[in-house]
């Protein structure tokens, strides 16, 4: 496992919070082992934004050109790293191989290479407030807090990168009667109620009902025939399916504008979870391990409290044990969801070794569940 590179990831957001790009950071021993796990990755990389992929504490050089690098993706060259011998091989060969580049770690006055298109600039706002001479869109990392997303946009950054929106949001609320619909919904679904009794809770808002065929509609999903009614989708999913379209839905009802970053990390969580565990658990459970990623933001996503949300809604036991007490089966596969979510590999990599998860599986669950989770908000 030594020799072996594990991927972590964060959003990347633009001045009104929506998701403008995806971070990977590559964890490795040297350039080759990266290599070897990206090009393995073709199939599940992310494709709906741009990907800036950062090498971690490596220096980026020719050998890197191994890869088989998707259009999309942007390799992040660190300030530091300009005058190393290597990268100056490497940056010409990017640029005639028509790769796109962007600059980390910057500070003001750093100078910068002539003839590259630094589209992306990331600076620690920790050590600079404002983003006063940056060759290209200015993006803060190192945010405590949304409070300090404001300020930096204030201080002229273009945006962010990293995790602030899960931190200083409003305290609890009432929920909205859009959010408490669903709810309901959820907890008629839970309990087998009558169909007629759910349908006649949809028809009162016919844009939940519209919303929710596409999500089940989707490409993401699988299903060989187009659901036309909320009464088909119950004759071909179930109940247990239809479910986890409800409980999707709720995490993708908020209209706040810090919602489409936590959007992606709960959709994300919750597809990590299923793929993840999918070795671990029946196939019954697996939309279980869903929902439980999926929901737990929900709190912060919806402003209230998630025990008063859990008991209006009656998830199984293993649900609310992970997501109230961090405990029960599915508590180690959130965690581990929540790992992923790290600069700092060393977590991740102690929490995958105990469940005995394979470097392969844990990467491509993480690539897979976040293009899973873009193409629902597309």
């Not at 950062?54 to 259009?71: D, R, S, Y």
């Not at 796109?100 to 290479?113: D, E, H, I, R």
């Not at 409070?147 to 201080?155: C, E, I, P």
């Not at 939940?208 to 989708?233: D, P, T």
Request: with cysteine; glycine share 8%.
């Amino acid at each position: 496992m030594a020799e072996t590179a594990f991927l972590t990831r964060e959003p990347v957001v633009n001045r009104n919070r929506a998701i403008t790009a995806n971070r990977l950071i590559a964890h490795g021993p040297h350039i080759a082992a990266v290599v070897e796990m990206l090009n393995g990755l073709g199939e599940t990389w992310p494709t709906h934004h741009p990907v800036f992929l950062c090498l971690g504490k490596l220096v980026p050089m020719p050998e890197l050109m191994k890869w088989q690098a998707p259009t999309n993706a942007m390799i992040e060259i660190p300030v530091q790293a300009l005058a190393h011998p290597q990268t100056q091989a490497l940056l010409p060969q990017l640029r005639e191989a028509g790769v796109s580049v962007c600059l980390s770690w910057f500070s003001p006055g750093t100078p910068v290479p002539a003839g590259y298109d630094w589209r992306f600039v990331l600076m620690d706002s920790r050590k600079h407030q404002a983003s006063s001479g940056s060759p290209g869109i200015a993006l803060a990392w190192g945010l405590p807090h949304v409070d300090a997303f404001g300020q930096a946009v204030q201080a002229g950054y273009d945006g962010a990168s990293g995790w602030f929106f899960l931190h200083g949001n409003q305290p609890p609320k009432q929920l909205s009667p859009a959010h408490a619909q669903l709810v309901r919904l959820i907890g008629l679904v839970r309990h087998n109620a009558d169909i007629r009794e759910i349908e006649a809770v949809l028809r009162q808002d016919v844009a939940v009902s519209y919303k929710l065929l596409r999500y089940i509609n989707s490409a993401g999903f699988g299903l060989m025939c187009e659901i036309q009614s909320f009464r088909h989708a119950v004759s071909i999913l179930g109940y247990a399916k239809l479910h986890k379209w409800l409980s999707l839905l709720l995490v993708t009802a908020n209209r706040d504008p810090g919602a489409p970053a936590m959007m992606q990390t709960s959709i994300s969580r919750g597809r990590f979870m299923e793929e993840i565990g999918a070795s671990f658990f029946d196939k019954s459970e697996r939309d279980n391990l869903f929902i439980t990623g999926a929901f737990s933001l929900l709190d912060v996503m919806l402003g209230t409290s998630m025990q008063s949300l859990l008991e209006e809604m009656s998830l199984p036991a293993a649900v609310s044990d992970a997501l109230l007490l961090d405990q029960g089966a599915y508590a180690p596969f959130l965690k581990l969801a929540k790992k992923c979510e790290s600069f700092d590999p060393a977590a991740l990599q102690k929490q995958a070794a105990e469940l005995q998860i394979a470097p392969e599986q844990l990467n491509r669950a993480i690539v897979g569940a976040l293009g899973f989770a873009d193409s629902l908000q597309a």
